[in-house]
């Protein structure tokens, strides 16, 4: 059973740079999310996807912010212009549509840092 | 808007030493209550899910527990690899996937 794959694992630039990043879900799993996490803090929610739509979009996805799945397979998450509140721990879950609410299924994160 | 406050920040338990972790929430219609751990460097971990008042779930040295306003994460005869981060997250009614998370439990057991 391969878990959720996020790559690059770090990631270093420097101010005003676009950064991508990229997420591979676990196979069966139709829904894909986005999160972010700084030092001390729990994930917070960005996006969420269900197949190839994006459903939600919280406050936080700045429009420097934008997220892609296309086909409903990998997402992508991109940032433009970084700034030095960017730096944090991007973290992408999947999870299964089922009768109830399916737990979600964290990679490892991509850990971004903004010099 | 749903909240999570967990306590306490930090716990420092001699291996053996059983204990709990509180998760406090409130939310506009539970769909879910989950507890995670979270090691250095990594991702959360799903451990359990919670749907209703009263429920409760096992698994090693590990047992979550349920209430109307907070789920409280025991652990019995813990061991020097239970050391981690656990996160508590809560889903709400208002048809959306996100979950909401709490700031964690640093958990350190020694030998």
Redesign the interface.
Known sequence: DTG?S?NPRHKITKRGQNVTFRCDPISEHN?L?W?RQTL??????LT?F?NEAQ??K?RLLSDRFSAERPKGSFSTLEIQRTEQGDSAMY?C?S?FTGA??Q???????T?LSIL | EDQ?TQSPEALRLQEGESSSLNCSYTVSGL??L?W?RQDP??????LF?L?SAGEEKEKERLKATLTKKESFLHITAPKPEDSATY?C?V?GDTG?????????TRLLVSP
């Open positions: 959720v996020q829904r999310y999160y001390g803090q729990g994930p917070e929610f969420y269900q459903l939600e919280s973290l879950a999870s109830s609410n737990p979600q299924h964290f990679g490892d994160g850990r | 999570v769909r879910g989950f995670y460097g990594k991702g959360p971990e799903f899910t749907y996160l997250a889903q959306f996937q996100k979950l909401v998370f709490g700031t964690g």
